[in-house]
């Protein structure tokens, strides 16, 4: 049975840093590319950023670009973002997801698996 479980959101000041984990299970994680989109109170579902099955390519949304950063320990089946300066528009639930094509994960296809997702909060 696949399952992804996210964890690690929580309330933080702007400017301040937070790492959430995505634990996976249930499939390879190195047979799917892997990533993570945040939906904010009335808007939709939106890319953050991804890191290819094979771990050598990371793509990230303009937003996320210098500040984020996508990592995965496949020994632990965990897959990470470091955010870093956060800004209160950063606001939302941050969903994990893994898809076998990039293009579908990119667009946020509901046909991949998908976690439940964590709040993250950034105070100004």
């Known amino acids: 049975q696949v399952q992804l479980v996210e964890s690690g959101g929580g309330l933080v000041q702007a400017g301040g840093s937070l790492r959430l984990s995505c634990h996976a299970s249930?499939?390879?994680?190195?047979?799917?590319?892997m990533g993570w989109f945040r939906q904010a109170p009335g808007e939709e579902r939106a890319f953050v950023g991804i890191?290819?099955?094979?771990?050598?390519?990371?793509f990230y949304a303009d937003s996320a670009e210098g500040r984020f950063t996508i990592s995965r320990d496949v020994a632990k089946s965990e897959l990470y973002p470091q955010m870093n300066n956060l800004k209160p528009d950063d606001t939302a639930v941050y969903f994990c997801?893994?898809?076998?094509?990039?293009?579908?994960?990119?667009?946020?296809?509901?046909?991949?698996?998908w976690g439940q997702g964590t709040q993250v909060t950034v105070a100004s």
């Open positions: 997801a893994a898809q076998r094509s990039i293009a579908r994960l990119t667009s946020a296809s509901p046909d991949g698996y």
């Open positions: 249930g499939f390879s994680m190195i047979r799917y590319n």
């Open positions: 890191i290819s099955g094979d771990g050598g390519t990371t």
